[in-house]
């Protein structure tokens, strides 16, 4: 998605550094979200904001942080990642002026 | 358990033909469906979305159809094309605001693969 960018796109660690996925948004959404998505589950909700500073749990959030310090960027972050946490990260926004919620085209995270 | 499932993973069609694919949600709460596509190494790319004050929508080749008695939801694609091949989702949300401000609830999804 144009309005989306997601970085890094594709990242290789070790079990228990810490990992920062970040979310960059040009369109200046209210709504941000962090989904994580596994073979067999769809997309699962990790965390999600609805302001700068606003922030709130979603269904898969142990083990995660946020944080949305200006509007066009959410952080996601992994103090010690965990092989668990193997997945593929989109970040999505919206919905503004009825324009459903959109997703970026993720992050391929591998923890060794 | 899911709130939101699918009954098929995989479905496979002609191309040319019309494919339907059905999804089950749980919650009744819920007032807002979404279909997503998703191809390849991309993030899902939104379809035709649906509120729970209608049955039936429609778009450019593609109708949506909810039927809130029996909690079902499906997505019809007419004359489908080998472009069409991809993983469907869909999603719910009880704000009924595209989304927001909770996020959505997804099902595991169901692979379309389109047979030549």
């Known amino acids: 998605d144009a309005g989306i960018t997601q970085s890094p796109r594709h990242k290789v660690t070790e079990t228990g550094t810490p990992v920062t996925l970040r979310c960059h948004q040009t369109?200046?959404?209210?709504?941000m979200y962090w989904y994580r998505q596994d073979p067999g589950h769809g997309l699962r909700l990790i965390h999600y904001s609805y302001g700068v500073k606003d922030t709130d749990k979603g269904e898969v959030s142990d083990g995660y942080s946020v944080s949305r310090s200006k509007t066009e960027d959410f952080l996601l972050t992994l103090e010690s990642a965990t092989s668990s946490q193997t997945s593929v990260y989109f970040c999505?926004?919206?919905?503004?002026?009825?324009?459903?919620?959109?997703f970026g085209d993720g992050t391929r995270l591998s923890i060794l | 358990g899911e709130s939101v499932g699918l009954h098929l993973p995989t479905l496979s069609v002609q191309e040319g033909d019309n494919s339907i694919i059905n999804c089950a949600y749980s919650?009744?709460?819920?007032?807002?469906f979404i279909w997503y596509k998703q191809e390849s190494g991309k993030g899902p790319q939104f379809i035709i979305d649906i509120r729970s004050n209608m049955d039936k929508r429609q778009g450019q080749r593609v109708t949506v159809l909810l039927n809130k008695t029996v909690k079902h939801l499906s997505l019809q694609i007419a004359a489908t094309q080998p472009g069409d091949s991809a993983v469907y989702f869909c999603a719910e949300n009880i704000s009924g605001s595209g989304g927001g401000a909770d996020g959505l609830t997804f099902g595991k999804g169901t692979h379309l693969i389109i047979q030549p």
């Open positions: 999505a926004i919206g919905p503004q002026f009825n324009q459903p919620q959109h």
């Open positions: 369109e200046n959404h209210r709504y």
């Open positions: 919650n009744s709460a819920s007032d807002y």
